[in-house]
C-alpha cells in the first residue's frame, strides 16, 4: 500500500496561486493513478483532477479546469497540483489519493490510499 502526505498548503488571496505536493512511499509510484480531491466545510468530498499512471493522461472537474494542473514525477515520487486563478469558493482541504488497477479514476471508492489532507484558504 502506498503512503501519501501533502503539502503545500496555506492562505492566498483571490487570484493567487498554489501549488500542492504529494510525496508517495512504500510501493512502486508509477504503478497508481493520483487523483486530488477537497473537502469544504458542511460539503462532500470533491474529485479535482486526476492523472494516469505515465501520465499521458489528465482530466479535470469542470470547476477547476483551466485553473488547476496535476502532474507528476514518477522518478521522485510526487504528485503536484497546481492552483492557479484562485477562488474563495476553492477554500477546502485537499487531498491526494492513488488507485491502482484502474487507468481512470474519479470516484471515491476507486482509490485505496488516501493523504491526511492540506488546507488550503481563499481570501475575498
Known amino acids: 500500500q502506498v503512503r501519501l502526505a501533502e503539502s503545500g498548503g496555506g492562505l492566498v488571496q483571490t487570484g493567487g496561486s498554489l501549488r500542492l505536493s504529494c510525496a508517495a512511499s512504500g510501493s512502486t509510484f508509477s504503478l497508481y493513478t493520483m487523483g486530488w480531491f477537497r473537502q469544504a466545510p458542511g460539503k462532500e468530498r470533491e474529485f479535482v483532477a486526476g492523472?494516469?499512471?505515465?501520465?499521458?493522461?489528465?482530466y479535470y472537474a469542470d470547476s477547476v479546469k483551466g485553473r488547476f494542473i496535476i502532474s507528476r514525477d514518477n522518478v521522485n515520487n510526487t504528485a503536484y497540483l497546481q492552483m492557479n486563478s484562485l477562488k474563495p469558493e476553492d477554500t477546502a482541504v485537499y487531498y491526494c489519493?492513488?488507485?491502482?488497477?484502474?487507468?481512470?479514476?474519479?470516484?471515491?471508492?476507486?482509490?485505496?490510499?488516501w493523504g491526511q489532507g492540506t488546507q488550503v484558504t481563499v481570501s475575498s
Open positions: 492523472i494516469t499512471r505515465l501520465a499521458i493522461s489528465t
Open positions: 489519493a492513488a488507485a491502482s488497477h484502474i487507468r481512470v479514476a474519479t470516484a471515491s471508492g476507486d482509490f485505496g490510499s
